[in-house]
């Protein structure tokens, strides 16, 4: 998730994620800060609807959590 395309592509599938409060797209990952456990998991539903791999972190201790995806478009893979 290099490109502006596929960050625009993220942060527009979690707009639709009710209770998101704040969202920071970087090279590769997303950090989040929801209002309710159940929301973690509909944001990564909205990840992968919009067609990338999430991968969970290993801590829960926090409401912000770091989504790993994959690289899904040419501008990445060219990267």
Do not use: W
Not at 4 to 25: D, F, S, Y
Not at 27 to 35: D, K, R
Not at 50 to 78: H, L
Request: charge should be negative.
């Amino acid at each position: 998730m290099q490109s502006a395309h596929c960050q625009m592509r993220v942060r527009n599938a979690l707009q639709k994620v009710a209770g998101i409060t704040a969202q920071e797209i970087a090279s590769g990952t997303v950090a989040l800060a929801f209002e309710e456990e159940h929301q973690l998991q509909e944001a990564a539903k909205a990840i992968e609807a919009a067609g990338y791999t999430v991968v969970m972190p290993d801590s829960e201790t926090t409401q912000t959590y770091q989504f790993k995806t994959n690289i899904n478009c040419g501008g990445c893979v060219a990267a």
